[in-house]
């Protein structure tokens, strides 16, 4: 129930459907795509998340910010959506690690959301006409006026968001997963060969960096534009693509970086943007889903074995532009069996559409870090003539 001083809002999607509910967060208007993300847990790590630049995500689950929100389960170092959608809000939060309560995070981050919503029926909306932008206010409150202003906004469609998220500089990372957070102590301790990994930063997750650092990468992070060349002077065991927002294709510069890093015939490892950026690399497009996967319950596979895994993700890799001489299917999604991971047939080179990382999510795909660290192994024994 909203408190006695709440605040009205109104949501105004682009097809002009309209909601009212009460502001939570930073008051004002926020515009972009609304998307919905199903996860019952790890709200904060979704809104610092930088693939959800530009987005403004509805929560399924039907009471966001019990648990308040705290320094460290940020993906990056502040909010990246553009606004929030909830059912209900908790605004006394309970729990050991809580710093500050949601609705106060948000407006320090000057983040508009909105709650008090049918979450369920606008959900159903999207699901069956898909994704599009919407518009949250509390300075607009006439529907006309905001419909207008969610029409005049860019589409997702073409858009490269990866130069608002990327790091403006070159950054170190060697913070592995905290020893009361590890789940898989023995893969990690089998793996204690340090190697040197460049991540090409298109929006990257900091559980992606301390997972790679958990299995003895030292990771040299730099920024999206960064040429193939500076990227081969560190001298790397191995090069990470990582997620990020926005349309792949628009990501022209990363693109050709990957094109350029694969005939270095280096070990590569994609995760979500990196697996797209990847694919055009290889020659494949991408197209966009109908309203897309974020969820923590999603099924990847091939044959035998089933991961259930985190995803986040607008675009996917179509099948029919695979280059098939020299790339194959590693995992399809099995809700829709869309492309869910790739293996180049001669390279150490592979990616997946998921988030192996998790954060939040199940661990199930955590074994593609050791998978890389074994690929950059083996690399370096073949080098050494050690094989
Ligand atoms: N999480 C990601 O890297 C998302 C990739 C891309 N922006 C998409 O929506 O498909």
Known sequence: MPQSDAIPALLVLADGTTYRGWSFGATGTAIGEVVFNTGMTGYQEVLTDPSYCGQIVIFTYPELGNTGVNPLDEESERPQVQGAIARNICHKPSNWRSTQSLPDYLKQHQVPGIYGIDTRALTRKIRMFGAMNGGISTSILDEAELLEKVQAAPSMKGLNLVRQVTTPTVYEW??????????????????????????????????????????????????????????????????????????????????????????????????????????????????????????????????????????????????????????????????????AGLRHKSLPVFSVQYHPEASPGPHDADYLFEKFVQSMQAARSTVSGIS
């Open 174 to 339: 060697s913070d592995p997963t905290t020893a009361i957070w590890e789940f898989n102590p023995v893969g990690v301790a089998n793996s204690q060969e340090s190697f040197t990994v460049v991540a090409l930063d298109f929006g990257i997750k900091r559980n992606i960096l301390r997972r790679l650092a958990a299995y003895g990468c030292r990771v040299i992070v730099v920024p999206a534009d960064t040429s193939s060349e500076e990227i081969l002077k560190y001298n790397p065991d191995g090069i990470f693509l990582s997620n990020g927002p926005g349309d792949p294709s628009a990501v022209t510069e990363g693109i050709e970086t990957a094109k350029a890093l694969l005939s270095a015939e280096k070990p590569i490892f994609g995760i979500c943007m990196g697996h797209q950026i990847l694919g055009h690399a290889l020659g494949a497009e991408t197209f966009k889903l109908k309203f897309g996967h974020r969820g923590l319950n999603q099924p990847a596979g091939l044959q035998e074995r089933i991961e259930i895994t985190s995803q986040n993700h607008s675009f996917a890799i179509d099948p029919d532009s695979l280059p098939k001489t020299h790339v194959e299917i590693s995992h399809l999604n099995l809700n829709d069996r869309t492309i």
